[in-house]
Every structure is written in structure tokens, then in C-alpha cells.
């Protein structure tokens, strides 16, 4: 397995507030490992062997505002209450005593289906009542309950400030409720929060956005996760072409983005290959491209085999980093996200950055269960 020269990937990044040494960053991962939504001393330990592995910002993983039914199982962490703040206190302490920097993901998981047959007490929300198109779950919001949630994306962002976290990222992709806005299949209101536009369907997460900016003021970057793809349907293409997806992408940036953080399930598969080819930008490449905005990409880094085959419960091996440098030594996006190989291999980066490639661990399904 041969790797090119990876220095690219440790020069040092900045955007307000927030200093990186590297431009390694742990993508947010479900894990399920807090009972009754607190964390606890493994998942502080879990976080800080990731600050002391030397990766550069992590994004924990999704953790829910103050909503009924914000999350879809009893082992996904709250981001409010004092007990549950707690847990997370120390868990930023913790990072940063050994040097790490780090966001919390907020998230709300909308109508998407309950895990391992957990039920909340309250019933699920989302745009219209449904979870895909035709497929009727729960009940659509009023505009009270946007509005409710609007402010609990606040408070949670405003909470994670004041606990010492150096940056916030919201959740707006994956079929999740703000990515059930954006899509058609799931949004069918009549009021202002749709419309025949992307840009119209982006109503209800600008205001997210411009709520949070308010509460964490000017320089405390925020970050935004968004996809195409979604869990209901991995074929899904929200912006068909770069004009869509500036019309899609350039308000949440205007409202207060500061990176773009692009899902896909491969990073190195061009966007729209029909304009720049087959090695043309990718997702986060074009995202930067029309928005002006830093960007993050991720998508099977490090890794033969895509993150859906996790699900599968299939391994895989490493994977050359050399397309990785290639894109990144041509500034097509700012910063990576490495999902599955650091959840298996605390010291992914630290080994990646020694030149170690030998002593990568690949990926097994197995380590889903527990928190290494």
C-alpha cells in the first residue's frame, strides 16, 4: 500500500476563534453508549484517546436539543439538562488537557425509525408526518413547535459555548428532521417553510442557523452538516446542478455557516461529473466553489469499503491515502473527516503523521459495540 507524502494533511487551520494543529477531523459517529442521555466516564475517556491520538477537531457524536422525541434511542446523549451538561463539561475538559479541540454535533432526529425498539414518550415530529415520501410517521409541526425547536438549537449552542467547546456543528443531513425540511419527499406544507426551491425548503434551517449565531456571537465558528444522500434513500440528490446547490448551500452561509461539512459515502467520486469529469470535485469541492465558504469533506477515508457496509455488519481493510492528498494538496476543500478507521484506532492520525502506515488497524463491525 503505498502513500504519498501526507504532510498537506497536518499544516494548521484557523476560522475565528478556532486554531487546529492539523486538518484531521473525527466526523461524528452514533455510538449509543450514554444512559438516559448522560455521558459518562467511558465516553470521556473515549473522546480524550482521540485528543491524545492528535486529531485535529473532533465532532462528537449527534447529541439531541431540548425537543419531545429529538432522538430515536435511550443511549443517544442529551445536550441539555444540568446532568447531561455535566457529562459533557467534562468531557471538553478532558480534551482539552490533552490538547484536543472539539464540537458537540446538535441534532434532532426528526421522524427517522427508533433503534434496538426504544420508544420516547411523545410522539415523533417532523415537516408533514412522514418519514419518506408516502410513508406516514407522526405528526407535522406546527409553527410553534419549528419555533420551539429553532430556540432549542439556540440554547444548545449558546450551552456548548459556555461549557468551553471551541466550535458548534449542526446536524442537516442524513434524513434527519432539518434535512426532512430540505427534501420533497418528506416536506409537502403549504405554509412558508416549502416551496417549489431548495431555497424556500431552506427556511426553517437559516433560521436555525441565524438563531445560533445570535446566541454565540461573531466569532465562534459554526459549523453544518449537510448531504445529498439520505438514509430513506441513498440515491436522493437534493442539487442536481452548482446552481441549486448555491441556492441551496450560499443562505446557510449568509445566515452564519462558517465551514460546510459535506457528507458522501465515497470522497473521491466527482459531483457532477458531467461538467468537470471524472476526477472533478467532489461534494465539499463544489460546495466551497459557491459558496466561498471552508469546507469539510468525508466519505470511506482510509478504508477499501464504504461506511454503508458497516451496517452490513462487514469489515474492511486500510486503504491508500493517496487520492486524499492529491485533493487536498489542491486546496479542493479545507479540512477531512475520518470516521470508521478512528473509531477502531484511536492513534489513526498520530500513526498516519509518523509515517506508520503498516500498524493502521482496518475496521470490524465489532467495534460498533463498544467504545474503544
Known amino acids: 500500500m503505498s502513500h504519498a507524502d501526507t504532510s498537506t494533511l497536518f499544516r494548521p487551520f484557523a476560522i475565528g476563534s478556532l486554531k487546529l494543529k492539523n486538518r484531521i477531523v473525527m466526523a461524528p459517529m452514533t455510538r449509543l453508549f450514554a444512559p438516559d442521555g448522560v455521558p459518562g466516564e467511558a465516553n470521556v475517556a473515549y473522546y480524550r484517546r482521540r485528543a491524545e491520538g492528535q486529531v485535529g477537531?473532533?465532532?462528537?457524536?449527534?447529541?439531541?436539543?431540548?425537543?419531545?422525541?429529538?432522538?430515536?434511542?435511550?443511549?443517544?446523549?442529551?445536550?441539555?439538562?444540568?446532568?447531561?451538561?455535566?457529562?459533557?463539561?467534562?468531557i471538553i475538559d478532558a480534551v482539552h488537557r490533552a490538547g484536543g479541540r472539539m464540537a458537540p454535533q446538535l441534532w434532532h432526529t426528526g421522524s427517522t425509525r427508533y433503534l434496538n425498539g426504544w420508544e420516547p414518550d411523545a410522539p415523533v415530529e417532523s415537516p408533514s408526518g412522514l418519514i419518506a415520501p408516502d410513508q406516514p410517521r407522526g405528526v407535522a409541526m406546527t409553527e410553534e413547535d419549528i419555533a420551539d425547536t429553532v430556540a432549542a438549537f439556540a440554547k444548545a449552542a449558546a450551552d456548548a459555548k459556555r461549557l468551553?467547546?471551541?466550535?458548534?456543528?449542526?446536524?442537516?443531513?442524513?434524513?434527519?428532521l432539518v434535512d426532512q425540511f430540505f427534501w420533497t419527499g418528506t416536506n409537502l406544507r403549504t405554509d412558508r417553510y416549502n416551496g417549489p426551491t431548495i431555497k424556500e425548503r431552506s427556511r426553517f434551517a437559516g433560521e436555525i442557523v441565524a438563531a445560533v449565531r445570535a446566541a454565540v456571537g461573531p466569532d465562534f465558528p459554526i459549523i453544518m452538516r449537510f448531504s445529498q444522500w439520505k438514509q430513506q434513500d441513498l440515491a436522493v440528490k437534493l442539487a442536481e446542478t452548482p446552481a441549486v446547490m448555491e441556492d441551496w448551500l450560499l443562505p446557510m452561509v449568509e445566515a452564519g455557516v462558517d465551514i460546510v461539512h459535506c457528507s458522501q459515502r465515497r470522497f473521491w467520486e466527482p459531483e457532477f461529473p458531467e461538467i468537470d469529469g471524472e476526477n472533478g470535485l467532489n461534494f465539499a469541492g463544489w460546495a466551497k466553489k459557491v459558496t466561498?465558504?471552508?469546507?469539510?469533506?468525508?466519505?470511506?477515508?482510509?478504508?477499501?469499503?464504504?461506511?454503508?457496509?458497516?451496517?452490513?455488519?462487514?469489515?474492511?481493510?486500510?486503504?491508500s491515502l493517496d487520492r486524499l492528498i492529491e485533493r487536498m494538496e489542491r486546496d479542493e476543500f479545507d479540512l477531512i473527516a475520518v470516521g470508521r478507521a478512528i473509531l477502531s484506532d484511536p492513534h489513526w492520525v498520530a500513526k498516519v503523521g509518523g509515517g506508520k502506515y503498516d500498524s493502521l488497524n482496518g475496521f470490524e463491525a465489532a467495534a460498533l459495540a463498544e467504545l474503544v
Open 57 to 90: 477537531l473532533i465532532l462528537s457524536e449527534g447529541t439531541v436539543v431540548d425537543r419531545p422525541a429529538s432522538r430515536n434511542d435511550g443511549g443517544i446523549p442529551l445536550f441539555h439538562g444540568e446532568v447531561a451538561l455535566a457529562g459533557w463539561k467534562d
Open 164 to 176: 468551553g467547546f471551541d466550535t458548534v456543528e449542526l446536524h442537516g443531513a442524513h434524513g434527519y
Open 292 to 319: 466561498g465558504a471552508a469546507t469539510i469533506s468525508v466519505g470511506s477515508v482510509g478504508l477499501e469499503k464504504d461506511f454503508a457496509t458497516a451496517f452490513a455488519g462487514e469489515g474492511s481493510t486500510p486503504a
